[in-house]
């Protein structure tokens, strides 16, 4: 979702002509798939499950999420094509993350899901560069003219100014989702538990209702 809000403007309003790949090989997808999981685990074992982690009982919820967001943006220097822009979308993307990671109750897998499905989307669906690194093959083909702010240049989706954009709201609307659960005294349940519970109760429902028929 957050990934085709970025995209879509991009690839409509920069000249950009997009393919579909009927070339595509399955084995080097699924090898792009693994490399994405195990990058997305490192990074998130790094910044979320040690750093954030230890941080947040200390200093708090956004003292903690920008320190891992700097340090989150560090790492990425050494990428290919970084531009300023890229650097915020970088921090942007750390906060976003660690706001994951947090608001699902510290759950390293499903920060390490939506981790890698950010990667996965642009890269191996929409065919970007992801944090300045080409992939080796996508689901879209792209030909595009000489990059700028707005496309990404040659970092990719998270170099343009689109992916700003939707990464402040995102941002801002998990931060208002959380603030409101705080005032409505649900803020200790995380998301993954919300849901569990309402997997719960459909399984339950699900049980009792042939056992209404019988009765009948």
Request: charged letters at 10%.
């Given at each position: 979702m957050l990934i085709t809000a970025c995209s879509l403007p991009i690839l409509l309003f920069n000249g950009i002509d997009v393919y579909l790949n009927h070339a595509l090989d399955p084995i080097n997808i699924g090898f792009t798939l693994v490399f994405f999981i195990l990058a997305a685990l490192a990074e998130e074992i790094l910044c979320r499950v040690v750093f954030l982690g230890l941080l947040v009982e200390k200093y708090g919820e956004w003292n903690s999420l920008i320190a891992s967001s700097l340090l989150f943006m560090a790492l990425h220097f050494l990428n290919p094509n970084v531009t300023p822009v890229a650097a915020i979308n970088l921090f942007l993307a750390g906060i976003l993350l660690g706001q994951v990671f947090l608001y699902s109750?510290?759950?390293?897998?499903?920060?390490?899901?939506?981790?890698?499905?950010?990667?996965?989307?642009?890269?191996?669906?929409?065919?970007?560069?992801?944090?300045?690194?080409?992939?080796?093959?996508?689901?879209?083909?792209?030909?595009?003219?000489?990059?700028?702010?707005?496309?990404?240049?040659?970092?990719?989706?998270?170099?343009?100014?689109?992916?700003?954009?939707?990464?402040?709201?995102?941002?801002?609307?998990?931060?208002?989702?959380?603030?409101?659960?705080?005032h409505s005294g649900t803020a200790q349940e995380p998301d993954t538990l919300l849901f569990t519970r309402g997997l719960e109760k459909a399984e339950l429902a699900g049980r009792q209702y042939p056992q209404d028929r019988t009765l009948r």
């Amino acid at each position: 979702m957050l990934i085709t809000a970025c995209s879509l403007p991009i690839l409509l309003f920069n000249g950009i002509d997009v393919y579909l790949n009927h070339a595509l090989d399955p084995i080097n997808i699924g090898f792009t798939l693994v490399f994405f999981i195990l990058a997305a685990l490192a990074e998130e074992i790094l910044c979320r499950v040690v750093f954030l982690g230890l941080l947040v009982e200390k200093y708090g919820e956004w003292n903690s999420l920008i320190a891992s967001s700097l340090l989150f943006m560090a790492l990425h220097f050494l990428n290919p094509n970084v531009t300023p822009v890229a650097a915020i979308n970088l921090f942007l993307a750390g906060i976003l993350l660690g706001q994951v990671f947090l608001y699902s109750g510290k759950n390293l897998l499903f920060a390490t899901i939506f981790h890698m499905g950010w990667n996965f989307t642009q890269g191996s669906l929409f065919g970007f560069s992801v944090s300045g690194m080409a992939i080796g093959q996508s689901l879209l083909i792209q030909q595009a003219p000489a990059g700028s702010a707005w496309s990404g240049k040659n970092f990719g989706l998270e170099g343009s100014v689109e992916c700003t954009v939707v990464l402040i709201l995102a941002i801002s609307l998990l931060s208002w989702r959380q603030s409101k659960r705080a005032h409505s005294g649900t803020a200790q349940e995380p998301d993954t538990l919300l849901f569990t519970r309402g997997l719960e109760k459909a399984e339950l429902a699900g049980r009792q209702y042939p056992q209404d028929r019988t009765l009948r």
